[in-house]
């Protein structure tokens, strides 16, 4: 009897994770629909708020895995390899036990002397589930349950969301799957305009490995080549070209020879690139825009916990670096989010993990949030996966949640435009 709870916990905690996480997958593969999304996402939702603690940490931990292996693949450009296995089962502890605490307190809740407990553990599972996109461990906040419907029927804005779940605790708790179909008031129509696209704007995408990129030797052969990109947009008229993240992985600012032929063809275009900058005390992922005869720095605002900030405390950090960075000291961040104008346009400056987070949506001095954003990615890191995958779902996420349309150059997976939450070129 035993075995067969636990194979029967294991078994409906993996398939709550599968029916959670198959919206990323089908669209890595091509074959997503809004349909076949919708029911997917409602059905891994009943399955999970009826489902107890043991099968809620079960299902926590294999949605840590299906969402994030892809992160353990950074180790191998660390040559640390035998690590892998053992970030992948932090990240699975991770949100096995988020996920546990969760049904945990809200059955011990539900357990207190008060009517209609069976409705108050599923009200108190269900407000876990809309208060998960603001819990990020080690700073990590890539996990959205609303991310399931961002390409469905449904809408991914929080009270929308709080309607599905909504319709599905009334169900469950009347035990009436009739009460399902007040989902329809999540619904979420399809923009009916025609998106306008700047035919005026070229995006680059590159495939240069993680090895390639680092490697000086290869430089030269690597930098004619984007150089030879920029003239071919100079030719076709282009006004704009954008060059993916530290696509010149040198400290820019004090390379002049680079910066010449940058500031050159600027004179015929303007060019947004990604690379490194020297303050003189600490590196910084930075965007360099060349326009209207001038440099404009943009400097990183978030950046990657572990990848170029270490977010444990410092005395911590410090040994982390030593063991696993050879002694590299973190990157340092820009204290605020920075805009910048092309030929009358604003555009928030974003780098790759950063995009991704809610802090690059803020509103600006007008109180407005972001109409455009120009995002600038190296996706080498993590090639092949599902990364790029679910970084693309994000943004349409974000996209269609602040109307920004954004503009993505990435290297090592096809670069993208996104207008109202929905990719367009």
């Known amino acids: 009897m035993r075995h067969y709870f636990t194979t029967f916990v294991l078994i409906r905690g993996l398939s709550i994770a599968i029916l959670s996480s198959a919206f990323i997958y089908l669209n890595h593969w091509g074959v997503s629909y809004p349909l076949i999304n919708t029911i997917l996402g409602l059905l891994a939702l009943y399955l999970l708020l009826s489902a107890n603690t043991a099968e809620w940490f079960v299902s926590g931990a294999f949605i840590g895995l299906f969402w994030f292996w892809w992160i353990a693949l950074s180790l191998i450009h660390y040559h640390m390899v035998w690590a892998a296995p053992m970030e992948i089962l932090i990240i699975m502890l991770t949100y096995g036990l988020i996920f546990g605490f969760i049904a945990w307190l809200s059955q011990k809740i539900s357990s207190l002397p008060t009517p209609h407990s069976s409705l108050l553990e599923l009200f108190f599972k269900s407000l876990g589930l809309l208060t998960l996109s603001y819990i990020h461990p080690f700073s990590f906040d890539w996990f959205k349950p609303e991310l399931m419907f961002v390409e469905s029927y449904l809408g991914i804005e929080k009270f929308r969301f709080a309607m599905v779940l909504g319709a599905i605790v009334l169900s469950l708790w009347r035990k009436h799957i009739l009460f399902l179909v007040l989902v329809i008031l999540a619904y979420s129509p399809t923009p009916s305009s025609v998106p306008h696209i700047d035919k005026n704007i070229t995006l680059l995408t590159t495939h240069t490995s993680v090895e390639d990129k680092w490697n000086e030797a290869l430089h030269a052969q690597q930098f004619q080549a984007l150089f030879q990109a920029i003239d071919q947009a100079i030719a076709e008229h282009k006004k704009l070209i954008i060059l993916p993240e530290s696509v010149f992985p040198v400290f820019l600012n004090r390379s002049e020879e680079v910066l010449e032929q940058l500031q050159n063809r600027a004179k015929h275009i303007s060019i947004i690139t990604g690379g490194l900058y020297w303050d003189g005390t600490t590196p910084r992922n930075s965007t360099y825009i060349f326009t209207n005869g001038k440099i ?3 400097n990183k605002v978030v950046l990657v916990p572990f990848g170029e900030k270490n977010p444990l405390p410092d005395f911590l950090s410090k040994w982390i670096n030593k063991i696993f960075y050879d002694g590299a000291i973190d990157y340092k961040a820009s204290a605020n989010v ?14 790759c ?4 987070s809610e802090k690059l949506y ?16 190296n996706n080498g890191w993590f090639h092949p996966s599902i990364e790029p995958t679910l970084q693309k779902l994000l943004l349409q996420y974000y996209s269609k949640k602040y109307g920004t349309t954004i503009y993505h150059s990435i290297n090592m997976s096809k670069s993208y435009i996104i207008q109202q939450g929905h990719i367009v070129f």
Do not use: W
């Open 362 to 377: 803020a509103k600006d001095k007008q109180g407005n949030h972001p109409k455009n954003m120009i995002v600038l990615s």
């Open 353 to 356: 993990f950063e995009a991704t």
């Open 338 to 351: 920075i805009d910048y104008k092309i030929d009358g346009k604003t555009y928030r400056n974003a780098i």
């Open 296 to 298: 404009t720095v943009a």
